[in-house]
């Protein structure tokens, strides 16, 4: 598989407190606009969301974010999360010529890395080679930890104000579709109201 441009992002599917099997870590369920940031081989930068039914593609209203990612290395597809200091309300001020809040955008996957498709390899892999780069501001690395007691770190994240977490498996490849998203079970989500010990 070659980096053409946008993937259709793998997408979790709900979790109703079954008993997960194998190596699992948590991150804290971003409540932000899903995006993908493209970096080419030549070294042009796009940003694209999620939907590309809807030819989502943000690079020219977010163009002001392309120095952020001057450390990625072309030929590097990241998978992320668009958010701002406002919250998910003033998320469309991103896309403003004068913006009310600041961009924060949370990496947390890679899909092509050095003009490689990388899906194929564990999660594990994929975390240690976001790893590598020293990111500046607006980005940063989505934090996650392994699961110890999900209802525990559920209700943390609650408390803090948080939408919930995604649980996902850390042997787990990333799966792309070709004519559109693949939901997998091994990324789960756990929001508000959607939580039932198991």
Do not use: C
Not at 59 to 72: D, E, M, N, Q, V
Request: hydrophobic residues 35%.
């Amino acid at each position: 598989m070659e980096l053409s441009g946008p993937v259709w992002l793998m997408q979790p599917i709900p979790y109703w407190g079954e008993k997960l099997q194998g190596d699992w870590i948590y991150e804290p369920k971003i409540d932000g606009w899903r995006l993908q940031v493209i970096k080419y081989q030549d070294g042009r930068v796009e940003f694209w969301g999620r939907r590309l039914e809807r030819s989502p593609n943000w690079t020219a209203k977010l163009s002001y974010l392309i120095p952020a990612f001057r450390k990625l290395p072309n030929g590097s597809l990241v998978d992320a999360e668009l958010y701002s200091t406002g919250g998910r309300r003033f998320i469309p001020s991103l896309f403003a010529r004068k913006r009310k809040v600041d961009p924060i955008i949370y990496v947390f996957d890679v899909i092509f890395w050095e003009g490689e498709f990388v899906g194929n390899h564990k999660l594990r892999e994929r975390k240690a080679l976001l790893e590598t780069i020293s990111w500046s501001p607006p980005v940063e690395v989505l934090r996650y930890d392994r699961i110890r007691n999900i209802r525990e770190h559920w209700e943390a994240v609650i408390k803090s104000g948080g939408e919930g977490l995604v649980l996902k498996y850390l042997e787990s490849t990333y799966e792309v579709g070709r004519d559109g998203p693949i939901a997998t079970q091994y990324w789960r989500k756990v929001k508000r109201g959607l939580y039932i010990e198991g």
